[in-house]
């Protein structure tokens, strides 16, 4: 037994909001005409790259998002997956868009792929196989291929103050 014994998720995932609608902040995209609550709404995401300082809730809008169109999350981590992943989730996808299911492939830290790794979702987004969310806390004009960003919207987080 350690020293300190926790059983408590912690405290920010304890606050973690659970609906679009107890999102704190970020009112130009999730106020009542936010772009983002109307997509939610009429059930039609667009691929998107949510761009922001870290801790504003990029990956808790994500998968808000996709709970609100009822649509299944695959999350990818630039950092810890390349190609393999990428072909596994893709695979995934396949299988639940034969299903009936709606999904979301969320990449985060999205800047962090190469361009070949990002070319690898192309062909998907561009067949609707899944919506495409990436989250970035860098300007996706400069980290982000040109090929991905013209085949979805920035959104731009800001930082939440007190």
């Known amino acids: 037994m350690g020293l300190i014994q926790t059983t408590a998720p912690p405290l920010a995932e304890r606050l973690r909001p659970q609906r679009l609608d107890q999102v704190v902040g970020q009112q130009h995209l999730l106020g009542p005409q936010g772009p983002l609550t109307r997509a939610a709404q009429l059930q039609r995401l667009p691929s998107m790259i949510l761009w ?5 809730g990029k990956t808790t809008l994500a998968r808000l998002l996709a709970q609100a169109v009822n649509a299944r999350m695959l999350s990818l981590s630039a950092v810890l997956s390349g190609v393999k992943e990428i072909r596994e989730a893709v695979a995934q996808a396949e299988l639940w868009q034969g299903q009936g299911e709606r999904v979301v492939v969320f990449v985060d830290e999205v800047h962090r792929f190469n361009k070949s790794q990002q070319d690898a979702f192309l062909p998907h987004v561009e067949s609707g196989l899944f919506v495409f969310v990436g989250a ?8 982000v291929n040109s090929a991905l960003l013209s085949r979805a919207q920035v959104f731009r987080l800001e930082s939440l103050s007190a």
Do not use: A, L, S, W
Request: no cysteine; net charge negative.
């Open 136 to 143: 970035t806390t860098e300007n996706p004009g400069f980290e």
């Open 52 to 56: 922001g300082p870290p801790g504003v």
